[in-house]
Nanobody, 120 residues
Framework: QVQLVESGGGLVQAGGSLRLSCAAS????????MGWYRQAPGKQRELVAS???????NYADSVKGRFTISRDNAKKTVYLQMNSLKPEDTAVYYC??????????????WGQGTQVTVSS
């Protein structure tokens, strides 16, 4: 079973920065798109940013210019650098990945979520 393990969440003041990481484990053939989503209390989960295997990235309008998604294919890891954080960025952040593995074939996997809290 492929696992996505997230790290890097925490509490930060408005204007501060955090860097999230998400590493895939277990035997994997390839990873296609990877992304970060977030879910604030009482709201639906929304896409924050995604990145293809070749490095092309897409961002939600609310984070453009402040967040940067990147990936290290050798380490099977995706990152989210978050700068100029705002209180409205407070949410549980989840990574996901479209993975091809020997046992399961092509599937989408989710991380367990990491809390990001931005104080005003």
């Amino acid at each position: 079973q492929v696992q996505l393990v997230e790290s890097g969440g925490g509490l930060v003041q408005a204007g501060g920065s955090l860097r999230l990481s998400c590493a895939a484990s277990r035997i994997i053939f390839s990873i296609n798109d990877m992304g970060w989503y977030r879910q604030a209390p009482g709201k639906q989960r929304e896409l924050v940013a995604s990145i293809g295997s070749g490095g092309s990235a897409n961002y939600a309008d609310s984070v453009k210019g402040r967040f940067t998604i990147s990936r290290d294919n050798a380490k099977k890891t995706v990152y989210l650098q978050m700068n100029s954080l705002k209180p409205e960025d407070t949410a549980v952040y989840y990574c996901n990945a479209d993975v091809v593995s020997p046992l399961m074939g092509a599937r989408t996997y989710w991380g367990q979520g990491t809390q990001v809290t931005v104080s005003s």
